[in-house]
C-alpha cells in the first residue's frame, strides 16, 4: 500500500491499457484502476539505465552493454531478482566497445611515477561504486588523486581513466552524505582525505580547468563532470564553494578570439548549468561485504535533507556570483558561446520559480539584460537551435517576470514582433532549415512561439490600472491572436479548422504543464482584460482540454494530484469564474456538455472518496464544493 503522504504523478492512457489488455486481459484488468503502475516502471528503469550509463562512461566505452547493466544488478542487492536475466552475460563485453577513437582507448594498466605497482582502473571503479575508498593501495591512491598533466608524456585515455575516476569518488561521497546522516563518523576518512587532496587544492582546481581546453571532447566531458561533482560536493568546506565558481566565472569571463579559450569558456558554462539544474541523487550505493568502511543500520528516511540543504546552498551561492558578474559573463560570450549562454540562462530562470521570494528579488540584472538578446530572433544568419532557444529563453524570463517593471515593456517589445510579422518570418525560415518533414521539431518551434505570446501577453496587461478599458491593449491582443490564428492556418503548420483559443490546447496537449500555463494565461488576460474574452475565450479552452482527455475523469485526478503543474490552483480559478457566469460557461462546450459535467460529476466522487481514505495529497473540499456548485447551476439553468 503506498504511503499516505506519496504524491502521484502519473496516469495510464487510455492506448496503452488497450495494448495491454490484448496482449493479457487480466493484466489490462489489473492496471486500469491503478494510475501508478506505468510510472513506477519507468522511473525504476531510468534509474536502472542512469546508473548503468555512469559505468559506461567510467569505461569510456562507446555504448551501454549488458555486462554494465550485469554490474550495477550485481552491487545491488535489491535487484537480486534480476541476476538470473544477466548470469550468462560475460564480464568483458566491453573489450569489443572501445571508443573508434584509438587516442581515446582505456588503458588497463597505468604505471605510476613513485610505485613500480601497476594499478587497475577497474579495481579502483568497484571500491568506488560501493561508496568507500579505504581499500585502496597507495600506489592507486596517488595515481587517482593526480592529475595527467602533472605526468610527463599523459595520453588522452590516461586523463579519461583519471578524471574518470575521480568523477566516481566525488560522487560516491555526496550520495554517501545524502544516503547517510551528515555526521563525520559516518564519512569515508580516506574519501575525504582525497577529497582534501583535490577540490581543496588550487593547484589541482586549475589542472583540472586546465582539461576544458584539451581538444578530445571526451575529456573536455568528463572534465565538465568532474567540475560540476566538485562544486556540488563542497558545500560544507569553507570557502571553497566561493573560490571554485570565482574562478569557472574567471574563465568565462576571459575574453579573447583564441579557440582554446573559446572551448574552455564553453566548458565552464556548461558546468554551472548542470549545478543549477543538479538534483538530489536518491540512486543507492552498495553497502555489501566489508568493503563499507562504516555501514550504518537503521532508518535513513530523514537523511535526504542534508544533502538538500547543502545543494541548495551552492545553488543559491551561485546565484548570487552570476548575479554579480552577469554583465560580464553575457557581454563577453555574445558571439562566441551563445548557445551556451542560452541555456545557462534558462537555468537561472528555472531555478527562480523554485526559489524563495527572497532570492528571486535579487534577479534585476538576469531581466535588465534579456532585451539585448532580441537581435537573436531577428538575424538570417542564427542557428536554428539557438533561436528556438532564444525563443524559449524569452519565454522562461517572462513566465518569472511577475509584475517587474521592465516585464511589460519587454512583453511589448515581444508582442511587435507578433504584431509586424518579423517573429513568425523568422520562425518560418527556422522550420524550413529544421526541415518541414520534421513534424516533431516543427511543432515544438510553433508550441514555444505560442506559448511566448501567451506569456507576453499575460505580462503586458498584468499590473495595468485601467488597461481593460484601454483600446490599445484590446487590439494588440487582437492583433497577436490573428497573426497567429492566420499564420498557422494559411501555413498549414499544424491542422486545424476552429479558433485560437482551441486549437492552441490542441497543440500544447502533449505537454501536460505547457498546457495549464497555455490555459492559465487566456484565463490572466481576460480577468485583466474582460474585452478580450471573445479572442483567448478561457472556457472554450477548458471545454477544448476536456475533449482532449476524451472526457476521462482519471486524467484530471492525475492533473489535481501532480505537482509537475499548477493545475489545482487554475481550475479553483476557473470553476469560480464558471460559477459567477455559468451560462457562458455551459454554452462553451456546445453538444459535449452532458459529457463535460459528466466528467466533473464522477471526478468530484473520486476526490472524496480518496479524501475519506486519506490519500489524497491536499484537502478537496473546496474544490469538490465549486464542482458541485456548478452541478447545481446545470441543473437549474439547463435541465
Request: aromatic share 8%; hydrophobic share 40%; net charge neutral.
Amino acid at each position: 500500500m503506498p504511503s499516505k503522504k506519496r504524491k502521484y504523478n502519473a496516469r495510464f492512457p487510455a492506448g496503452r491499457i488497450k495494448k495491454i489488455m490484448r496482449i493479457d486481459d487480466e493484466i489490462g484488468k489489473v492496471a486500469l484502476p491503478v494510475p501508478g503502475i506505468p510510472r513506477a516502471l519507468e522511473l525504476f528503469v531510468s534509474s536502472l539505465l542512469v546508473k548503468a550509463g555512469d559505468v559506461t562512461m567510467q569505461k569510456s566505452a562507446r555504448t551501454l552493454t549488458l555486462a554494465h547493466l550485469k554490474q550495477c544488478i550485481y552491487s545491488d542487492s535489491r535487484l537480486d531478482f534480476l541476476k538470473e536475466l544477466v548470469k550468462s552475460t560475460p564480464d568483458n563485453s566491453e573489450e569489443c566497445n572501445d571508443i573508434a577513437d584509438s587516442a581515446v582507448t582505456q588503458n588497463n594498466q597505468v604505471s605510476n611515477n613513485d610505485s613500480d605497482d601497476e594499478t587497475t582502473p577497474k579495481t579502483i571503479e568497484r571500491y568506488l561504486l560501493n561508496g568507500c575508498a579505504c581499500r585502496l593501495s597507495t600506489a592507486e591512491y596517488r595515481w587517482m588523486v593526480t592529475l595527467p598533466e602533472e605526468v610527463s608524456g599523459a595520453l588522452p585515455s590516461d586523463t579519461i581513466s583519471r578524471l574518470s575516476a575521480v568523477r566516481l569518488l566525488l560522487s560516491s561521497r555526496r550520495r554517501r552524505g545524502q544516503l547517510q546522516p551528515a555526521a563525520d563518523s559516518n564519512r569515508c576518512p580516506t574519501a575525504e582525505r582525497a577529497h582534501l587532496a583535490m577540490v581543496s587544492s588550487t593547484k589541482w582546481f586549475d589542472g583540472l580547468l586546465a582539461a576544458f581546453a584539451s581538444d578530445d571532447d571526451h575529456v573536455r566531458y568528463v572534465a565538465t563532470c568532474v567540475a560540476t561533482e566538485a562544486v556540488l560536493g563542497c558545500a560544507d568546506d569553507g570557502d571553497s564553494p566561493t573560490r571554485l565558481i570565482d574562478k569557472l566565472l574567471l574563465t568565462i569571463t576571459t575574453t579573447t578570439t583564441m579557440t582554446v579559450t573559446r572551448r574552455s569558456s564553453a566548458a565552464a558554462i556548461d558546468v554551472l548549468t548542470r549545478v543549477l539544474d543538479a538534483k538530489s541523487d536518491d540512486r543507492p550505493i552498495s553497502t555489501a561485504g566489508t568493503s563499507f568502511c562504516r555501514h550504518v543500520d537503521g532508518d535513513t528516511a530523514h537523511s535526504f535533507a542534508a544533502d538538500a540543504i547543502g545543494l541548495d546552498a551552492v545553488k543559491v551561492l551561485l546565484l548570487d556570483r552570476l548575479h554579480d558578474r552577469w554583465s560580464d559573463v553575457v557581454n563577453a560570450n555574445r558571439d562566441d558561446d551563445l548557445p551556451e549562454i542560452v541555456w545557462l540562462w534558462t537555468a537561472v530562470f528555472r531555478s527562480f520559480r523554485s526559489a524563495g521570494p527572497v532570492h528571486r528579488a535579487n534577479s534585476d540584472r538576469f531581466y535588465s539584460e534579456l532585451p539585448g538578446l532580441e537581435w537573436l530572433l531577428y538575424r538570417a544568419d542564427t542557428e536554428p537551435l539557438v533561436w528556438l532557444n532564444a525563443v524559449r529563453l524569452l519565454g522562461a524570463g517572462m513566465q518569472t517576470s511577475g509584475s517587474r517593471p521592465t516585464s511589460r515593456s519587454l512583453a511589448g517589445r515581444a508582442l511587435a514582433g507578433f504584431t509586424r510579422r518579423r517573429l513568425l518570418y523568422f520562425m518560418d525560415k527556422m522550420t524550413s532549415a529544421f526541415g518541414r518533414h520534421n513534424s516533431r521539431t516543427t511543432r515544438a518551434l510553433l508550441q514555444e512561439t505560442v506559448l511566448l505570446a501567451m506569456r507576453s501577453l499575460r505580462a503586458f496587461v498584468a499590473d495595468d490600472d485601467g488597461c481593460g478599458a484601454d483600446a490599445d491593449t484590446v487590439t494588440t491582443i487582437r492583433d497577436v491572436v490573428d497573426c497567429l490564428d492566420s499564420y498557422v492556418k494559411a501555413s498549414a503548420l499544424y491542422a486545424t479548422d476552429v479558433a485560437f483559443c482551441r486549437w492552441s490546447v490542441r497543440l500544447m496537449c502533449d505537454r501536460d504543464d505547457a498546457t495549464v500555463e497555455c490555459l492559465t494565461c487566456a484565463l490572466d488576460v481576460v480577468d485583466a482584460v474582460p474585452a478580450a474574452r471573445p479572442l483567448v475565450d478561457p472556457f472554450a479552452g477548458f471545454a477544448e482540454l476536456l475533449k482532449c482527455v476524451q472526457y476521462e475523469p482519471e486524467v484530471l485526478l492525475d492533473y489535481l494530484i501532480s505537482d509537475e503543474s499548477d493545475f489545482l490552483s487554475y481550475a479553483l480559478r476557473l470553476l469560480k469564474t464558471a460559477c459567477r457566469d455559468a451560462l457562458r460557461f455551459f454554452r462553451s462546450f456546445g453538444t459535449g456538455l452532458d459529457d463535460a459535467m459528466g466528467l466533473l460529476i464522477r471526478l468530484r466522487l473520486k476526490m472524496l472518496r480518496l479524501h475519506e481514505n486519506r490519500v489524497f495529497p491536499y484537502n478537496v473540499m473546496p474544490i469538490a464544493k465549486l464542482i458541485q456548485r456548478c452541478d447545481e447551476l446545470y441543473t437549474e439553468i439547463v435541465s
